[in-house]
């Protein structure tokens, strides 16, 4: 199996900063993408970003177009999530998740799910 595991959340004032990591362990080898998604309370879980492990390919949500870069480190099988201009409706918990099929928008093409991190942005 895969095992994502994220860090890099907390705290931080509309305007600013944070960049997310997303380290994956395990059987690496079965997964070929990973992506971002996110949960504000009373809200869906939904899409943030998504980056394949070989052909660079990328997708974002709208919502985050601009602000948001996804980036990866193969050799530290690692994903991030630059996030930049943060705004309060950013406020969320942040999964990181493994496919082993595409790079998708969809949460049901994705095998491998993180713990989670919290993000809040206050104002």
């Known amino acids: 199996q895969v095992q994502p595991v994220e860090s890099g959340g907390g705290l931080v004032q509309a305007g600013g900063s944070l960049r997310l990591s997303c380290a994956a362990s395990?059987?690496?080898?079965?997964?070929?993408?990973m992506g971002w998604f996110r949960q504000a309370p009373g809200k869906e879980r939904e899409f943030v970003a998504s980056i394949s492990w070989i052909g660079s390919s990328t997708g974002y949500a709208d919502s985050v177009k601009g602000r948001f870069t996804i980036s990866r480190d193969i050799s530290k099988r690692t994903v991030y999530l630059q996030m930049n201009s943060l705004k309060p409706d950013d406020t969320a918990v942040y999964y990181c998740?493994?496919?082993?099929?595409?790079?998708?928008?969809?949460?049901?093409?994705?095998?491998?799910w993180g713990q989670g991190t919290q993000v809040t942005v206050s104002s």
């Open positions: 998740a493994a496919s082993r099929e595409r790079p998708s928008r969809a949460e049901q093409d994705y095998d491998f």
């Open positions: 395990g059987r690496t080898f079965v997964s070929v993408a």
